[in-house]
């Protein structure tokens, strides 16, 4: 089995967020991880610059994860959230 090449599918602020997209994104069925430089980790640095957190998808998952992540800063997924705490 090929291990996936991972590509670069968007900068986010913050890794709560970051969190967030890539739950998003692995609950579309791509895979996702996130990564943040060594010295904001080390440092604890969330904002500006140093407070971007990279989302790495699959490779052969690009194309899925950029139309996730356009519909959700669309705000295309506000209502999934809405349905959900109603139940």
């Known amino acids: 089995m090929n291990q996936p090449k991972w590509v670069l599918a968007a900068k986010i602020e913050g890794e709560f967020q970051a969190?967030?997209?890539?739950?998003?994104?692995?609950?579309?069925?791509?895979?996702?991880?996130?990564?943040?430089?060594g010295?904001?980790?080390?440092?604890?640095?969330?904002?500006?610059?140093?407070?971007?957190?990279?989302?790495?998808v699959a490779d052969d998952q690009l194309q899925d994860a950029l139309d996730v992540i356009k519909a959700y800063q669309a705000g295309e997924f506000e209502s999934m959230e809405d349905e959900n705490s109603e139940a």
């Open 39 to 56: 010295a904001a980790r080390a440092l604890g640095v969330n904002v500006g610059p140093f407070g971007l957190v990279d989302i790495l």
């Open 19 to 37: 969190e967030v997209l890539r739950g998003l994104l692995e609950a579309q069925g791509i895979s996702a991880y996130i990564s943040m430089e």
